[in-house]
């Protein structure tokens, strides 16, 4: 069964600094891995897809890997801002049994992210 | 419309009565999703509609739970008997192409007292 773990759970950094999230899961099967940011009390809003066979994708200070052979990816944040804050998600679609099928999404629980001023 | 809809933004409930939780997909989108984020939880798989398929249930956590899409429109997720562990944010979300391109509503809080 795949599971999707992410850490830290929680980070507080101040403005300007680089930061890395962590994602793990625990089957290589993967179709694609995606990062979101969920602000509160709102949806999730897609940040990056990364498919299976890539390295990484960028959109602006966003940096996501992916090494799918050892079950990990990182998001890095370039130069940190408070509107950075929010809650960072890991989703990977399996590439095996029902789950193939759906598009259906693994999620981790999260790094909520404080960015201070 | 311009985003996935989803009404109402918040209910409660008392233990034991039913809820309908509405989504309005983007216009096109053939695939829909419905996801429960519960408090200190990721979003957890309930069920998925893809145009004139069998929904995918697997995710149902109980035979309480059940969900319609009308029309390939807009889908009704419904409570049955309404217990406080169904307390949680309930998500939706729909794509052009199934996995790709999720474009998620703002979810509607369920709160059973």
């Known amino acids: 069964k795949q599971e999707v773990t992410q850490i830290p759970a929680a980070l507080s950094v101040p403005e300007g600094e680089n930061l890395v999230l962590n994602c793990s899961f625990t089957?290589?099967?993967?179709?694609?891995l995606q990062w979101f940011r969920q602000d509160p009390g709102k949806g999730l809003t897609s940040l990056l897809l990364?498919?299976?066979?890539?390295r990484e994708q960028t959109s602006g200070r966003l940096n996501a890997s992916l090494d799918k052979s050892s079950g990990r990816s990182t998001l890095y944040i370039a130069a940190s801002q408070p509107g950075d804050s929010a809650t960072y998600l890991c989703?990977?679609?399996?590439?095996?049994?029902?789950?193939?099928?759906?598009?259906?999404?693994?999620f981790g629980q999260g790094t909520t992210l404080q960015v201070k001023p | 419309g311009a985003g996935v809809s989803q009404s109402p933004s918040n209910k409660v409930t008392e233990k034991g009565k039913d809820v309908e939780l509405r989504c309005d997909p983007i216009?096109?989108?053939?695939?829909l999703y419905w996801y429960r984020q519960s408090l200190g939880q990721g979003l957890e798989f309930l069920i998925y509609?893809?145009?004139?398929?069998?929904?995918?249930k697997s995710g149902l956590p109980s035979d309480r739970f059940s969900a319609e899409r009308t029309g390939g429109s807009v889908s009704t997720l419904t409570i049955q008997r309404t217990q406080q562990e169904d307390s949680a944010v309930y998500l939706c979300?729909?794509?052009?192409?199934?996995?790709?391109?999720?474009?998620f509503g703002s979810g509607t809080r369920l709160t059973v007292v």
């Open positions: 979300a729909s794509s052009l192409v199934q996995g790709y391109g999720y474009t």
């Open positions: 089957d290589s099967a993967i179709y694609n």
């Open positions: 990364i498919q299976s066979s890539q």
């Open positions: 989703a990977v679609r399996p590439a095996k049994g029902g789950s193939s099928n759906t598009g259906k999404l693994i």
């Open positions: 216009s096109g989108h053939t695939a």
């Open positions: 509609f893809q145009g004139n398929s069998a929904p995918d």
